[in-house]
């Protein structure tokens, strides 16, 4: 059972910046996202696009504010629970909640802040009739540990910028990588396109196009799909891992049905206070919560995220009282032993 103050479902810019702001009130993060890496859709849909629209940065990409809110955080040492999508919510008698993930991953915690934003981002599945048999046995749809295919075989399918990039990647790890795309044209980037094509007259990337993997084999394991080129007899290739990444689409998914007020496919929250839901104990915050005059922007979410922590800590330490200081003021003392010192000159002139 993992324990801490404030369980954050959700790893976008939102769930990271709340690991900042509880940090400050002396809360501790555990964050749950069912991706494999934070940064919600900064990182899974746009990580080399420029975001103009946040305070302080005229222009930074969508990659680097990901980064950035990671390095903020680091000192107040939030868990991740990477990878697994938040399942249940089960009330204690205590008032604490226990949030188990897919995987069987159980979180304990006061509070918890859901700041899953669209949703969670579920991957689009191939049709391909026995599947489901052989997830998790040679079938994977996002690759969240790289060193797991060093001297495998691998067959990727898709022909977006994730499948033409772990291609590239896998081709120094894997024994071999064949990447097989059902168009002749991808939709990646040029440069990743042509470094594919580059590693393919080396000999290092076996692409097959257009072509789809129609049907897979093994005794409870991957051992060999069937790959059908268009126009040609199907070809059947040995294989310990077959990696479809057709992209993913975000869904509210299990959240739905935890008996939270839902409005226009978002989460209800009380935002003339501090975007708790019709459940005390459980916020929503970032773009999966729902009031009038929402805005779906990443500077909506910290403000929110802030707010919403004054109100976790007052669940957390009943009775006790608050007083907000400046970061310039107070300095900020991190959980891993850093201090960042407040300027001399504005302390004096404060006191
Ligand atoms: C192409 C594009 C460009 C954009 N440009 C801008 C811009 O210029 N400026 C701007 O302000 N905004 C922009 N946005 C919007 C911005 O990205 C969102 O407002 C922001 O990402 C919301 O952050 P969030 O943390 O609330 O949610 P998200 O970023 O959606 O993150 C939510 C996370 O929760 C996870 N999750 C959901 N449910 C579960 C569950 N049950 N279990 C585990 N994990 C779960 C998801 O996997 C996801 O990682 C843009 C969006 C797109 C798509």
Redesign the pocket.
């Known amino acids: 059972m993992i324990k801490t103050d404030i369980i954050i ?7 990271l910046f709340t690991v900042f702001e509880a940090g400050l009130l002396k809360l501790k993060c555990h964050l ?4 494999p890496q934070p940064g ?3 990182s ?3 990580p080399k ?1 420029p ?3 946040i305070p302080g940065f005229p222009e930074i990409l969508a990659g680097d504010l990901t980064k950035n809110l990671l390095e903020q955080g680091k000192q107040f040492e939030p868990g991740f629970t990477l990878g697994e ?2 399942e249940t919510i089960e009330k204690q008698e205590d008032g604490s909640f226990i949030v188990t993930t897919n995987k069987g991953t159980k979180h304990q915690a006061p509070v918890v802040a859901i ?7 579920e991957p689009r599945k191939p049709q391909i009739e026995n599947l489901l048999d052989y997830e998790d046995k040679g079938v994977e749809y996002m690759i969240k540990e790289p060193e797991m295919y060093r001297n495998k075989n691998v067959v990727i399918a898709g022909g977006g910028d994730s499948a033409l990039d772990w291609s590239i990647y896998l081709s120094d790890v894997a024994k071999s990588v064949t990447l097989v795309h059902r168009r002749n044209e991808f939709r990646g980037h040029l440069d990743s396109v042509e470094k594919v094509q580059e590693l393919k007259n080396e000999g290092k990337i076996n692409l097959i196009t257009p072509a789809e993997v129609t049907n897979i084999f093994g005794n409870g394991k991957v051992e060999a799909i069937e790959i059908t080129k268009s126009g040609e007899a199907p070809a059947i290739v040995e294989t310990d891992h077959f990696i479809p990444l057709f992209g993913l689409s975000p869904k509210l ?3 739905a049905n935890w008996g939270l007020e839902i409005e226009k496919n978002a989460i209800k929250v009380n935002n003339a206070l501090d975007y708790q839901t019709n459940i005390p104990g459980i916020f929503a915050i ?3 919560n729902y009031y009038p005059g929402k805005l ?4 909506c ?1 910290f403000h929110e995220a802030t707010i919403m922590c004054q109100a976790a800590y007052k669940i957390i330490n009943p009775g006790k009282k608050f007083v907000l200081k400046y970061t310039t003021v107070s300095g900020i003392d991190g959980f891993d032993g850093t201090r960042k010192e407040a300027p001399k000159a504005v302390v004096q002139a404060i006191n």
């Open positions: 479902i959700g790893a976008g810019p939102t769930g749950i996202d069912a991706l919600g859709q900064c899974e849909l746009y696009k975001i103009y629209d999508r938040a700041a899953s934003g669209l949703g969670s981002f998914g299990p959240i970032g773009d999966g779906k922007l990443i500077l979410g």
